[in-house]
Structures are given as structure tokens and as C-alpha cells.
């Protein structure tokens, strides 16, 4: 395939390939390498002084394999520039430390080590940060005082799902003069495209979805060219790479991406609409179903409802931790995004640290168990969860 033939994403991530080997190799060599050799002093500096293409360092992100997996991620994003990183922590630390500097305002609900790193780590070092626990439009218009701010959110959110309006923030945040930074790993780019929607950076823990098969750690941001070019400058410094070989593992995942993610949707819609409703259920909270109080815009601005789905089970906190401890297909572990299917209990797990009333503000209940529903058949998922549920609402009743 020539570089210029038009062509959807899906096919753009299979055929991703710049480095040609002598072998005829459907894809690139991995260049397992951290320096690269010149003929002599005035190659290297035509280099150094960019008269001339070439690649210097892999640290500075000058690698051929990681510069293939980053134009995939752009791809992907629909965005003009993409870069790789060792972690989403590390994509995510990066982009606020870059564009950040003037002061952040989170709003809604986001990842903990998201939270940690704004509250602990970026106010010590005099950055401005605002948390908003809800959408309000003239609470955001008023948080954003200075030109040049980032706001940062998710959606979904973690573990509520709950469903922001990308558009109408994205609307305020320009009228303000500042940028808006959205986290995209619980849906994953192939469900939904923020920059498309008005966001001017986009995140990923590419751990998850984009990786595929919780084998690796690794991150991604996707923008325009120019905005890239700041947060590339602090991965370099902050030293934030990946390795070559995870660069390579992750491009092989992303060739499946769209297959992987169509199935997820299906799986996950599949195992909500089975337990709404279901004995011992008390809440089913998946964007795609109807009841769910964000559905229609998820409807409007998703093209898939994702895999990720959390229930809230009518027995409180100890009936929960019951029916996680009875499954047998999905794995108690945290994490997600991979082909298995995983449980936790939020309240004592991603959200244990914040506390009962700081929980109770963000709507996250004892009795909630979060999903993330992999790849298996449908049907043993749901079968599954029903013995658990079942066996759980059985030990209910014995109890006095
Ligand atoms: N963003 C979200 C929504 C996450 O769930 C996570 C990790 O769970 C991260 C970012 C951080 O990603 P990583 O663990 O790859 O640093």
C-alpha cells in the first residue's frame, strides 16, 4: 500500500509500515536501540543541526519503531501528531506539566493516580488546581480566571460511567481561552474521538484498551502538531519513553483494536441487559442501556457504549464483596481494557484511599462492583455473574 492511498483507520493500523526490511516482512523490524552510528562528525551534525533527517537518541524519542507506533495513535485519534509514553501516568503527568502551568480544573470524576498527581505532586509546585465534581457550566466559566488554563476530565467516569458533554465543555473552554485535555481510555478511540468533539488533547493509559491484553504498560497523547511538540520537549526531559520492544507489542496490538472493541461493546451490552433486573441487582450502570441517566448523550457523541459496566448489588458492601469473591470466569484484579474479564470492588479498591464521605459526594456506593467485561462468550460471562449473584443472595438469607 502506497503512503498516500486513502484509506479508514482500520486499515491505515494493519498496513502502518515505514521500515521495509530485506526479508519482505509484512512489518517493520523492531530497532532494539538507544544510538545510532554516523559515517562522521559533519553527518552527525547535519543531524544535530536539522539539516537533514536521521535519528539521534531513542530517550529524545528519535526511534523508528516507536515513531511508527505514533503515527498508529494519531490515526486513531483522527489527530495530526501522536507520542508514545512508558505509562498513562506518564502521558498524563507530561501533558499537564506542558500545558498545565497556568492552572488545571478537573471536572467530574478521574483516575486516582490522576488526582494524586494534581493534588499532591502539581499544587506543592504552585500550579493552580480547581477540582469540579459536577459538569455546572457557570461553576467551570468561573473556575477559568486566567487565559492558557487546561481543563481535564473523563467520560465515562470511573466507576459511575456517568457521561460529560464534551461539546458544551469544549464550548466554554474556548470561549475562556483555555484547553481542554480528556482522558479517553475508558472508551478507547474507536468509541469515541474527543479532538473531534472540540477537546484540544487527547490521553490514553494505553495499558488497557489500545495494549489490549494486560501485557503491557504503556501511554499515549494525541493533539495538534504544535501542541505536541511542548509535551514531546518535557517527555524527553522527564525522561518518559517507552522501550522499543513495547513499542513494537503495542503497534501489534493495535492492528485488532477495532475488532477487539466491537466485540467488547457487544459482550458488555450483552451482560448488562442480563442482569438489569436481575434477582439480588439492585442497579445495572451501562451507557448503553436505555435506563442509564447519560444514555442518549452517549448516544450523541460515543459510537459505542464500551466495555466497561458497574452494578450495584442490592445486599450492600458485604453482599458485593460476596459475589466477587464466588466468580469463577472474571478475575478479582483491578485494571482493565484486557480480553479477560475482570471484577473490582471500587469502595475498597481504586477508591478506598479517598474515604466513606468523599465517596459518598462522588455517588460510589459499598455496593458497587465494577466490570470489565473481556472477550470471552457472552453467555459464560452471564452465566457467571448469575451463580455469584445467586450464591451471594442465597448466603443473604440465611443471615439473621
Ligand atoms: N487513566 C485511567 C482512566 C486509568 O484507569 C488509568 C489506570 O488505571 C490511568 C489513566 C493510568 O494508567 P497507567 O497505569 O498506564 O499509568
Known sequence: MTDNYPTAPSTRLIHNRRHRDAFGSPYSPVYNTTTYRFPDTEAQL????????????????????????????????QAEAGLAFA??????????????QQGVVCVGDI????????????????????????????????????????????????????????????????????????????????NQRPLE?????????????????????????????RLTETVAAWRKNLGQLLSPETAALLSRSLRTLPLRIRQHNENAMAVARALDGYPGVARVLYPGLPSFPGHQLAREQMNGFGGMMTIEIAGGGAAATAVADNLRIFLLATSLGGVESLVSQPAITSHHDIGAEERENRGISDSMLRFSVGLEDPADLIADLQQALDKATARDKTRP
Open 46 to 77: 547535519d543531524v544535530i543541526e536539522a539539516r537533514k533527517p536521521g535519528y539521534l537518541y531513542t530517550r529524545w524519542g528519535t526511534n523508528p519503531t516507536i515513531q511508527e507506533l505514533e503515527q498508529g495513535l494519531a490515526a486513531l485519534e
Open 87 to 100: 505509562s498513562g501516568m506518564a502521558a498524563i503527568s507530561a501533558t499537564i506539566l506542558a500545558h498545565g
Open 111 to 190: 483516575y486516582g493516580g490522576t488526582q494524586e498527581l494534581l493534588a499532591n505532586h502539581c499544587q506543592p509546585l504552585g500550579i493552580p488546581v480547581t477540582f469540579l465534581l459536577q459538569a455546572d457550566a457557570e461553576q467551570l466559566k468561573a473556575s477559568l480566571t486566567t487565559q492558557g488554563m487546561l481543563v481535564f476530565c473523563e467520560t465515562p467516569a470511573n466507576p459511575t460511567l456517568a457521561i460529560l458533554d464534551l461539546r458544551a465543555i469544549a464550548g466554554i473552554v474556548q470561549e475562556k481561552g483555555a484547553l481542554l485535555a480528556v482522558d479517553n481510555t475508558f472508551a478507547s478511540p474507536i
Open 197 to 225: 468533539l472540540g477537546a484540544d488533547l487527547v490521553v490514553h493509559s494505553a495499558t488497557k484498551y489500545l495494549g489490549g491484553h494486560s501485557d503491557l504498560t504503556a501511554g499515549a497523547m494525541m493533539s495538534s502538531a
